[in-house]
């Protein structure tokens, strides 16, 4: 009996175990099958979970509640490759703790984007760091330029989103899309008219699109950059950078919570780019201009809490819409330090940044004029200045209403969604 009693007891156990093999391996499949049926725009590629400073980062899970456009082809290969290690491992395998990660964010401007990168291969200090190059569509162009770098680390990443990669769908120009001022009830169009009864115009609306998805995914989205707490400088793709940037910027990001308390950045160029600064023997703590400016964690948490404003505010300017409603929004004021003598120039007068005057250092039939003196070839701010205020800050303000464009609600949803891919 006691035998007959063991034998059933094992066969028992063992159609447990059975059971409990096939469960999984019908949850394995459903899985598969599930994923298959997923569009990419539904995933996130990453597979690790982590807590940052209070915040829970898990990457594989599902986008609950997103409404993210469906992705084609060549937005899922741009996504995939955005997981890719930096290239350059090799010549410049350690990077220096204390560096400020760059970003240069582009879009097809290559003319100006060369001169960029060859100012940036002379600036003292950047085989330091991790230059990371995020792309407002894809161009074959700008690519070779970019994968032409060989001063230091650089990653390269893809908005998988932006409009110049959907020709015929939103957030492109959709053929169902209302135009200038239709009205989408008579024409049974879509669309939201922004303020002045417009509808969105997608190669203009990518610029602020592109922003908020670059900062998101810098800050919270890159394994090489979801731990870093310490300052990010950007740039743009007509920004010429001086030799002594980086060196002076190392310079303010230390001085900076002494000299400065209230200053949420630092900035390598004036806030009026006609500007090449004061010349005086003194720090500058002024608004936030929207050339060379860095800003660490710790204030990109403030503005990612604005996400709400930051979406729906009628302005298709990112750094009006900081400007006008972002900034103001912290309770006091915003100010960046800065040297006195300019360490970046707005060198671009194509595109959408129009009307420099003839005396502005800017491209002219490939050239540019602008010469480099010998005190912005190496650090020109001393540890020993004051600093002088400019209390009263010119341009934007708070209740500015905006110039519009950015009215209809598929971009404020859009927007919102790049604020909630990480987190």
């Not at 499949?29 to 980062?57: A, K, M, N, Q």
């Not at 950045?265 to 003194?282: H, T, Y």
């Not at 194509?350 to 420099?356: A, D, F, V």
């Amino acid at each position: 009996m006691a035998s007959n009693g063991k034998l059933r007891t094992k066969e028992a156990a063992f159609r447990r175990f059975v059971s409990v093999v096939l469960l999984t391996l019908l949850g394995a499949l459903l899985v598969v099958l599930y994923l298959r049926s997923s569009s990419v725009s539904d995933l996130v590629i990453w597979e690790d979970v982590e807590v940052v400073g209070g915040v829970t980062f898990n990457y594989t899970q599902r986008r609950k509640g997103l409404t993210l456009p469906k992705q084609n082809e060549l937005s899922i290969m741009l996504e995939k490759r955005n997981q890719l290690p930096p290239r350059n491992l090799d010549l410049y395998p350690r990077l220096a703790k204390d560096r400020i990660v760059i970003v240069l964010y582009v879009h097809n401007r290559p003319q100006y984007l060369k001169l960029v990168v060859d100012s940036l291969a002379k600036v003292k200090g950047i085989s330091e760091t991790l230059l990371i190059v995020s792309h407002d569509g894809y161009f074959e162009e700008i690519n070779r330029i970019i994968e032409g770098i060989k001063f230091c680390q650089v990653k390269q990443i893809f908005a998988p989103f932006s409009p110049h990669i959907f020709p015929d769908s939103f957030p492109g120009a959709s053929p169902k899309d209302c135009k200038g001022k239709d009205d989408p009830d008579k024409l049974n169009c879509e669309g939201t008219r922004d303020q002045y009864g417009n509808h969105r115009s997608p190669k203009i609306l990518s610029l602020k699109h592109h922003w908020w998805w670059m900062m998101n995914t810098v800050w919270d989205g890159l394994k090489e950059t979801h731990l870093h707490v310490g300052h990010i400088l950007f740039i743009e793709e007509d920004h010429f950078i001086y030799p002594n940037a980086y060196r002076n910027l190392q310079i303010l990001t230390e001085l900076k919570p002494s000299k400065c308390p209230l200053c949420y950045a630092a900035n390598l160029a004036p806030s009026d780019v006609r500007s090449r600064g004061e010349g005086w023997e003194s720090l500058i703590a002024e608004k936030m201009g929207n050339i060379g400016y860095s800003f660490n964690r710790t204030v990109w948490t403030k503005i990612h809490a604005k996400a709400t404003e930051f979406c729906t505010f009628d302005e298709y300017n990112w750094d009006i819409t900081m400007w006008a409603t972002v900034y103001p929004s912290f309770g006091g004021p915003v100010y960046s330090l800065r040297g006195s003598r300019t360490s970046a120039v707005h060198i671009g007068k194509c595109g959408l940044h129009q009307g420099q005057r003839e005396l502005s250092a800017c491209i002219d039939n490939g050239s540019i004029n602008l010469k480099v003196a010998d005190v912005d070839k190496v650090p020109n701010i001393r540890r020993d200045w004051g600093v002088h205020e400019y209390r009263k800050q010119n341009g934007y303000q708070a209740g500015f209403k905006g110039w519009g464009g950015w009215g209809d609600t598929r971009d404020h949803q859009m927007c919102l969604d790049f604020a909630k891919m990480y987190r």
